[in-house]
């Protein structure tokens, strides 16, 4: 009979692997954050994108990229904004060569307000990572998750509607455009609105998202988007 | 040649006489007595009431009652599914994502209502037409969002959406024809500048406010003026409250005020009022009024993270009346005893009566004022 220890190791190790994601993305540059109660209001519609699990301030020290089978690029565009836009980071981070397909931990330890960012709840900060460096503009986006201990049920996508009355998505599993939930207690600042867009099953390497908005009925520009999803995932 | 002197006791016997005539012994040992008692008994009593009032007013504060007076090109409300609320809307064009049963749709081409989804109905100007919103115990817990803004051809438009959950905002009731009719669960109202018939008037009463917006570049609707007012209920004035405290809001705030969930939780109230002649070089304003107990305003202003307006700590004690009558009282009371103990010492410490003590200390006539700092000890 194999000794308690051992049967306890062999149980513990598989859980050790999958916590411990064997990539790590290297910092870009000097870490850029700023806290200010001067805040600065966001030109983008798309301000996170990131598994339920990886929502709120609590997630920001175990943050895991779900990395590209095929990526555009090796580096990435890591932003977080609360929706009062009083904390705003913006940094490039570059994934490991080999890592792609693969999840890839995004450490952010060099921040100085951790503290503070744990106090921000599940629907106060949005994080998202975009492809590419922070200087160009990307509309691909890779989800961000706090636990690869098992695919996501859903991604969460937060949105500033820049004063849309209603806001969908379209795409993924569903055809029909579906209702995204709006923020109506608390600062809206930097995003109003937030989407949750089943993680598709058995799909293929991308998802393909629009965000609609409407104001007073009158169709505002729609802002598509690029999910990268994870392989085996 | 000194002058003859005089004792002080014998000079104060008359008068102590003509005194001890006056008063009896007893209305003196009744006077002593009561000094006695306001001294020892009715201050230490005092001051334990003032300090549990103190304590009440830190662990019970008083209630805050915040008014919202504004001109505003936006606003907008949270209204409870259960109670019904109810607006005129002739002249309006009716928006709605489901067909509605009673009213004739407008033309695809004719709609002004945008996407596709919308079928629009043009309300008649010369029926009274009431939008009921909520009412239905179903919806209980849950909640209506209206959203209205001026519209750039001085028009106004709402948009009336029911949480997940809520089947139905309502009924549209055409009171002419005795006629109800059902809603969906999306609404859009849209008063163009041209058509708008009527004064508008939408009497609320919410579980959140919202004046004003978040200024942003993309859009140019704003709070353009308004005032705050903090109150607390008192029973001295006709009008039972008493102004706290009062600020301005700046063009671009937007304020927030929410239901007191209190026991028993209290609603904001208030209106919005649409006015059909408004000066032809500004833009078109809601006047938003909006009253409730909170326990703070929020103003959120342009480029920074906002702040909450409430009353200073200490007007917890400054507001209450009780605390202040006593914390008078028991001053009174102080001064007075002191008053009268300075003046009992004084009296003890008559010209004379000094000047026969300082004639038994030194002798002789008192010496200069410069030699006596010498000689003092």
Redesign the interface.
């Known amino acids: 009979m194999p000794h308690p220890a051992l049967v306890l190791l062999a149980l513990l190790l598989p859980l050790a692997a999958q916590a411990a994601p064997p990539y790590v993305a290297k910092l870009v540059g000097p870490f850029h954050e700023t806290e200010s109660v001067d805040v600065n209001v966001s030109g983008s519609v798309i301000v996170g994108v990131s598994s339920l699990n990886a929502t709120g301030g609590k997630a920001v020290q175990r943050l895991q990229l779900l990395h590209a089978p095929t990526p555009p690029s090796r580096l990435v565009c890591l932003t977080m904004q609360s929706r009062d836009g009083v904390y705003y980071s913006r940094n490039t981070f570059e994934l490991p060569a080999e890592s792609a397909g693969s999840v890839v931990a995004v450490p952010y330890d060099r921040s100085s307000r951790l503290d503070k960012l744990a106090k921000y709840g599940h629907e106060d900060l949005a994080i998202r990572a975009s492809a590419g460096p922070c200087e160009r503009s990307a509309n691909e986006y890779y989800v961000l998750d706090a636990s690869a201990a098992r695919p996501p049920d859903r991604v969460r996508v937060f949105v500033n509607s820049f004063g849309a009355t209603d806001v969908f998505y379209a795409g993924g599993p569903r055809v029909k455009p579906v209702a995204c939930k709006s923020i109506s207690e608390g600062r809206r600042t930097s995003f109003d609105y937030w989407c949750d867009i089943p993680w598709p099953r058995g799909g293929g390497d991308q998802l393909g998202v629009e965000i609609l908005r409407e104001r007073f009925g009158r169709e505002m520009p729609a802002v598509a988007l690029t999910l990268f999803l994870a392989a085996g995932k | 040649m000194s002058a003859p002197q005089r004792d002080p006791a014998n000079a104060a016997r008359p008068l102590v006489a003509a005194v001890c005539g006056a008063i009896s012994a007893r209305v003196l040992y009744l006077w002593e007595l009561l000094l006695w008692l306001a001294t020892f008994i009715l201050l230490p009593l005092l001051v334990i009431v003032l300090l549990g009032l103190v304590i009440f007013a830190v662990f019970v504060p008083p209630s805050w009652y915040y008014s919202i007076s504004a001109r505003s090109e936006a606003a907008a409300l949270?209204l409870p599914a259960e109670r019904e609320t109810s607006w005129r809307v002739e002249g309006a064009t009716l928006?709605s994502t489901e067909a509605l049963e009673g009213l004739a749709a407008l033309d695809a081409a004719d709609s002004p209502?945008?996407?596709r989804r919308?079928q629009a109905y043009a309300l008649p100007q010369a029926q009274e037409l009431v939008l009921a919103l909520g009412g239905s115990p179903a919806s209980a817990g849950r909640s209506i969002?209206v959203?209205m803004?001026t519209r750039s051809d001085r028009g106004l438009?709402?948009?009336i959406?029911g949480e997940?959950g809520i089947t139905s905002l309502g009924v549209l009731r055409l009171v002419d024809q005795g006629i109800d009719v059902a809603l969906g669960r999306?609404l859009?109202l849209?008063w163009p500048g041209e058509a708008r018939p009527r004064d508008l008037m939408f009497p609320f009463i919410a579980d959140?406010v919202r004046v004003g917006?978040?200024?942003?570049?993309?859009?140019t609707?704003l709070l353009h003026e308004g005032s705050m007012e903090i109150f607390t209920a008192t029973e001295e004035h006709l009008s039972k409250r008493t102004r706290v405290e009062e600020a301005e809001l700046l063009p671009g705030d937007q304020v927030r005020l929410?239901r007191f969930d209190g026991d028993p939780p209290l609603q904001p109230k208030g209106f919005l009022r649409f006015d059909r002649f408004q000066a032809e070089d500004s833009p078109g304003t809601l006047t938003a009024v909006a009253f409730g107990r909170a326990e703070s305003l929020r103003i959120?202003r342009?480029?920074?993270?906002?702040y909450d307006f409430q009353p200073h700590w200490l007007a917890k004690f400054t507001q209450n009346r009780l605390l202040l009558m006593v914390s008078g009282f028991i001053g009174g009371l102080l001064g007075l005893l002191g008053g009268y103990t300075v003046i009992r010492d004084i009296h003890a410490r008559s010209p004379a009566r000094a000047r026969a003590s300082y004639k038994a200390r030194c002798g002789g006539k008192p010496e200069p004022p410069s030699a006596n700092e010498n000689t003092s000890d």
């Not at chain 2, 917006?213 to 859009?219: C, Q």
Request: hydrophobic share 25%; aromatic share 10%.
């Open positions: 949270t928006c209502c945008g996407a919308w969002a959203s803004e438009q709402a948009s959406r997940p999306e859009n849209i959140h917006r978040d200024v942003t570049w993309s859009d609707s929410d959120e342009f480029g920074d993270s906002g």
